[in-house]
């Protein structure tokens, strides 16, 4: 049995009046690809913003690995790739992560081979040297996973990674995502592409502000007898994307 890594309960959201989440319940367990499916608006940004400890919810509980959040220790075991990149732009690729690699305390010849390796994994080695304001915004994502991955967080956020990346890159991404969940690394991603729902281990589809299903992808098509996670969205309700 897995153990469990994050345990939303009863996690509500206001922002002044507009209740944005409605109270969420989420379980997810160790080594999984759990993703948040749902409509622009529903919420999923603001969740896993909660989840990362960002951000706070107007009430009830979250846990990552059995700590509360928000939580300043926790924030060293979780990753968090931010759906608007948070990069220095006049600064190169390198500096950029040579920046982060160092607040996650890494050093020496350590740092700069976790460098290279984040790198090579999202195909931007021969860009290194290149400041990230002459970057394409596809560019600027792979960077903002790269830095997601410097610190090989036990938890790793991920909203809309692959947004503005073409297929090839968006399909070596995924076989990257299950090899570093497959070596022990829970990832919770959000998307709205149906295809990427398509590769989570398990789901929540998610519509204002509320989980409207969770399950395996089979469970989900089973349950509601569709061929598709487009149509178990349009079965339960869910807008069509
Ligand atoms: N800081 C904020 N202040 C006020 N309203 C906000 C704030 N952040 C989000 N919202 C509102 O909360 C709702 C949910 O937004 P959220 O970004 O979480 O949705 P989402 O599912 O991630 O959408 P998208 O796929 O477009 O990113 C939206 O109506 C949004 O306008």
Same mark, same amino acid.
């Given at each position: 049995m897995s153990l469990l890594t994050v345990s939303v309960e009863g996690v509500s959201k206001h922002f002044g009046k507009q209740k *944005? &989440?409605? #109270?969420i319940n989420l379980k997810v367990y160790s080594g999984e690809i759990f993703g948040l499916l749902g409509?622009?608006?529903?919420g999923k940004t603001t969740l896993v913003k909660i989840i990362a400890g960002i951000d706070t919810a107007s009430c009830g509980k979250t846990q990552v690995l059995n700590v509360a959040m928000p939580n300043l220790e926790n924030l060293k075991k979780v990753g968090y790739m931010a759906q608007s990149d948070a990069l220095y732009? +006049? &600064? =190169?690729a390198y500096e950029n992560l040579d920046f982060f690699a160092t607040i996650y305390g890494l050093k020496g010849t350590k740092k700069k081979e976790k460098i290279f390796e984040v790198m090579k994994l999202v195909n931007l080695v021969k860009d290194? =040297? #290149?400041? *990230?304001?002459?970057?394409?915004g596809g560019m600027k994502r792979r960077l903002s996973l790269a830095v997601s991955l410097l610190h090989n967080p036990d938890v790793l956020i991920l909203d +809309?990674? =692959? *947004?503005?990346?073409d297929p090839v890159l968006r399909q070596a991404i995924w076989e990257e995502l299950r090899r570093i969940s497959e070596s022990g690394t829970t990832i919770i991603v959000t998307t709205h592409v149906m295809d990427e729902a398509e590769r989570c281990d398990r789901l929540a589809l998610l519509r204002d502000g509320t989980v409207i299903a969770t399950g395996t992808t089979s469970e989900l098509k089973k349950e509601t007898n569709s061929e598709t996670i487009e149509e178990v969205f349009l079965v339960l309700g869910g807008s069509k994307q």
């Open positions: *944005v &989440l409605d #109270k409509p622009s608006g529903a732009s +006049e &600064l =190169t290194i =040297t #290149k400041p *990230v304001n002459q970057f394409s +809309e990674p =692959t *947004v503005g990346i």
